[in-house]
């Protein structure tokens, strides 16, 4: 089971209301139980390979999360559309440190273009755009820790 399948997993059962599900396949264990306050899903995924350890129970949320940023509606300006991390972890504008950066303010963008990365637990997430649009203002600096649901940029749909 891959990264994607997880993620799809956890957004499946973060919408449908469920309070618990468990899934064994092969060597692989996850144990998704969402509360019924705010539907937050707590994951527990562990895989029995004798080089790998169970993830923590408090930290795998970071791990698994969705990629790709939701976009809201910006309170502020409406016509505006906020692109939200879709996890904890620290936020990178570059594939890597001598590279340039994926977006700039002004920057066009298209459904599926990678915006940023997020690197959580050694993973690195890259969060693509749900939307075409301009980049009106990144609200984040390079390398600044963020968490869920922090708003990244801020993109003009028209």
């Known amino acids: 089971m891959d990264l994607k399948e997880i993620q799809n997993l956890i957004k499946f059962v973060s919408n449908s209301g469920v309070a618990e599900v468990k899934l064994e396949t092969g060597d692989i ?88 990365v997020v690197e959580a637990m050694k993973l690195f997430n890259e969060i693509e755009a749900e939307i075409s649009g301009k980049i009106v203002k990144i609200l984040v600096d390079d390398m600044s820790p963020v968490e869920f649901d922090q708003p990244l940029f801020l993109v003009d749909p028209s």
């Open 29 to 116: 264990k996850i144990t998704i139980r969402t509360t019924l306050e705010g539907n937050t899903p707590d994951i527990t995924y562990l895989q029995q390979a004798p080089v790998q350890q169970a993830i923590p129970q408090a930290a795998p949320v970071a791990a698994v999360a969705p990629v790709a940023a939701a976009p809201v509606v910006a309170e502020e300006d409406s016509k505006y559309v906020t692109i939200k991390s879709p996890m904890i972890g620290t936020f990178y504008r570059k594939p890597a440190p001598d590279k340039a950066s994926f977006v700039e303010v002004g920057s066009t963008i298209g459904k599926g273009d990678v915006l940023c």
